[in-house]
């Protein structure tokens, strides 16, 4: 057995500011999450330039207090990681500049990170066994991706989405029926015991592809709202969250199972936000008894955004040698697959 090898994850793409050490990939040694969400509520989502300034003033604390629950030092750490995209680029640049920080001043290695791959290696964490080939469907508040994982850092995209992503679609609804930011957890919760059949939406058809479309199911669900509030009425909140959520969850469900059968792959990995609706997980749980299929996802604290997922990402680009300059830039717009599969 070598030397147990330490990361230090830093995460700020978007509302979250987190800092995590993880041991190998896979065990998390302390986890901190410093969460705008509140703070942005008020405004119906989240407002970028003050998420920039709130990442200032709790990037540092997150990284003390992370290497004390941890009970170590920077000089313990062997590299650290960070999300350097995709995500909102004011917020990207405080983790990262915060980690070129720490790496010019103690000489340590830095790693940077596709903040998908860190979703997708959240399932490392949770299920120590797991390994690849596995496929993952990401699916958060600004992707939606059925990513093939051939290996640990050789992942290729199959399918995603070509307009809004699935996070997306379920916040923007969210404010219309009254329910506010953040979407996700408030319209999962709304729609606990409602009918799931009580309304129907309209379904994008991608042909052959394992693309998904979610801009016209977010328009169908927008016009049965303002077609009823014409009317004087408003649709029953329950009945209208369950079915919405769970024609979501269908087309998520339709194309990985396409997915699983077009590669013959046998495991099946949920990641990202969106990966922590009961209606999604439901389904999901359901067919992969009816199909044969293994089926994992991470507890709700590690679907959200959170410094571990980044810390494994980073081990195993760090094991592989992978390491990235003082100059790296952040990437707003950074893709998952390509040439450098993981980013
Ligand atoms: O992965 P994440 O924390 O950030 C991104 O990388 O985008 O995902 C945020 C998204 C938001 O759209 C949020 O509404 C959604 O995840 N989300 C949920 C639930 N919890 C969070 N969506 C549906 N059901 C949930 N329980």
Redesign the pocket.
């Known amino acids: 057995m070598g030397k147990d090898i330490f990361i230090l994850g830093i995460e700020s ?2 509302d979250e500011t987190a800092c995590s050490v993880v041991r190998n990939g896979r065990e998390i040694v302390s986890n901190i999450i410093a969460s705008q969400a509140d703070f942005h509520e008020q405004y119906g989502g989240v407002v970028p330039e003050i998420a920039s300034r709130m990442h200032v003033d709790a990037v540092y604390p997150c990284i003390e207090n992370a290497l004390k629950e941890a009970g170590m030092a920077l000089s313990d750490i062997d590299a650290v990681a960070v999300t350097y995209g995709p995500g909102l680029v004011g917020a990207l640049l405080v983790g990262l500049s915060a980690a070129k920080g720490l790496c010019a001043a103690s000489g340590k290695p830095l790693v940077g990170v596709n ?1 998908l791959h860190g ?1 997708i290696c959240a399932n490392y964490l949770a299920f120590p066994e797991l390994e690849p080939p596995f496929l993952c469907l990401c699916v ?3 992707n939606t991706a059925i990513v093939h994982v051939k290996d640990y850092l050789d992942l290729e995209v199959l399918g995603k989405t070509r307009d809004d992503a699935a ?2 679609a ?2 923007k609804i969210s404010r219309v029926i009254g329910l506010g930011y ?4 408030k ?2 919760k709304a729609g606990q015991g409602g009918d799931i059949h009580a309304y129907t939406f309209s379904k994008t058809h991608m042909g052959d592809t394992l693309d998904f479309s979610f801009s016209g199911i977010k328009t169908s669900a927008l016009n049965l709202i303002n077609g009823m509030r014409q009317k004087g009425e408003e649709p029953v909140l329950k009945d209208f969250a369950a079915s919405y959520q769970q024609h979501l969850s269908d087309i998520l469900l339709e194309n990985t199972l396409k997915a699983a059968q077009k590669t013959g792959i046998k495991t099946i990995c949920l990641a ?3 990966s ?2 009961s209606f999604l997980r439901k389904s999901f749980d359901g067919a992969s008894k009816k199909h044969g299929l293994k089926l994992c996802y991470p507890p709700l604290g590690l679907c ?2 959170n410094g571990a997922m980044i810390a494994s990402a980073g081990y195993y680009e760090y094991i592989n040698g992978m390491r990235d300059s003082l100059d790296l830039n952040a990437k707003p717009s950074l893709k998952l697959g390509g040439n450098n599969a993981c980013g």
């Open positions: 793409s978007c903040h979703h958060s508040g600004g996070g997306e379920i916040d953040p979407g996700g957890p319209m999962d990202g936000g969106v922590a609706n959200t955004d």
